[in-house]
């Protein structure tokens, strides 16, 4: 039963992200809202996952009240998210994006924490229960694409509303966390943990690995749209991917075991540079893009497996609120804010293969960080 309420808690957070990434832009779309104002207001989630992360894992760490932390966050993004309905024009609902974002940003990293705590020694399970997570984001974005077609762009923020629902009654179910007694006798000051050449090289390829998202987070759904894809294409595309990250992550914990997290996280972002370059010259023929989004597994899937691991192994326990909150903050928040920014100035001033080149550019600078880092 463990496993299943862990499994859950990602299942419905990600159903959340599943429907926010491929439709909140169209959503925006529909409502006469310009290109570039629906990067700036796609880039409100990724800037409040620059600050919420860090305060709630500041507070969890003194605290090591992680499970009220988290269940007071799914509470607060529910009625957060409630102003969405009353808001019109750009700077109401700029408001509601962020009131709302910002305690679903913070909930996660503690999660995360509370997960690898649960698994104990089998912290080699994390990617089988981090899979429901993508999962859900299947199901969100497969279901709601078939949904949109059929009755309308206008039902997005009601399906929305009733997958944060979810997550907060998963909030509140009862599992084990890390305390004051976890905490090593000796722990060490985060700063100093984290001003070590490897681990802030590590960050710096967070930060690009984000950036080169940007595009795609904001902006590939109107790309392909306006390419003459219907919606239902769209969302099973955005679901392939992450079909592909499930796969990955079944297998994750066996190439963990044969090989070395920096080996996985070079060849990851270089298959990504590769993914937006292939995006941007065959995004008409379907057959391409149909292999290009299972490259996901790596641009995310081994990514995101292999950077949950490194921060647990390179931190002491009671760092580890601040070390993953970081992870979470400085690269989704910070690189995927800037990169939903940079994306907008760029597809306005130039176009969306000129986006896509840059962002392949990104990726390979977060693959030179990499390389840097000492053996």
Not at 21 to 33: K, V
Not at 163 to 188: H, Q, Y
Not at 213 to 227: K, R, W
Not at 332 to 352: E, K
């Amino acid at each position: 039963m463990l496993f299943a309420r862990l499994s859950a808690f990602y299942f419905f957070y990600f159903s959340v992200l599943g429907l926010i990434a491929p439709y909140l832009g169209l959503y925006l779309s529909s409502q006469d809202f310009s290109l570039l104002e629906i990067g700036q207001l796609t880039s409100i989630f990724l800037l409040t996952k620059i600050v919420a992360p860090n305060v709630w894992g500041a507070i969890a760490d003194r605290s090591q009240c992680r499970l009220a932390l988290v269940r007071m966050g799914t509470l607060a993004t529910f009625f957060g998210y409630l102003l969405f309905f009353a808001a019109s024009g750009f700077w109401q609902v700029a408001l509601s994006i962020m009131l709302f974002s910002f305690f679903w940003n913070a909930v996660l990293p503690q999660f995360e924490v509370i997960t690898l705590h649960n698994l104990a020694e089998q912290r080699n399970r994390y990617s089988r229960i981090r899979l429901w997570g993508s999962l859900g984001f299947i199901a969100s974005v497969a279901g709601a694409g078939w949904v949109i077609d059929v009755f309308g762009i206008g039902l997005f923020p009601w399906l929305l509303l009733l997958v944060i629902a979810v997550l907060m009654l998963c909030g509140f179910w009862r599992f084990d966390e890390p305390t004051s007694d976890n905490r090593s006798a000796a722990c060490p000051p985060f700063r100093q943990e984290l001003c070590r050449q490897p681990i802030i090289l590590f960050f710096v390829a967070c930060l690009f690995l984000q950036l080169s998202h940007g595009a795609y987070y904001t902006y590939f759904s109107i790309f392909l749209e306006d390419v003459g894809y219907s919606k239902t294409t769209i969302g099973l595309l955005w679901a392939l991917g992450v079909l592909a990250e499930v796969v990955l992550f079944l297998t994750m914990h066996r190439w963990l075991d044969r090989t070395s997290v920096r080996r996985i996280m070079m060849l990851a972002l270089f298959i990504t540079g590769v993914r937006w370059l292939t995006t941007a010259w065959f995004v008409e023929q379907l057959w391409v893009l149909v292999l290009v989004q299972c490259c996901h597994a790596f641009s995310f899937g081994a990514m995101h497996a292999c950077s949950i691991h490194y921060v647990h192994d390179k931190f002491d326990s009671g760092n580890q609120g601040k070390a993953q909150a970081l992870y979470s903050s400085a690269g989704f928040g910070a690189g995927g804010a800037s990169g939903a920014f940079i994306a907008g100035v760029v597809v306005s001033g130039f176009g969306y293969l000129e986006a896509f080149y840059l962002c392949a550019l990104f990726a390979w600078v977060a693959f030179a960080a990499i390389f840097l880092q000492r053996r």
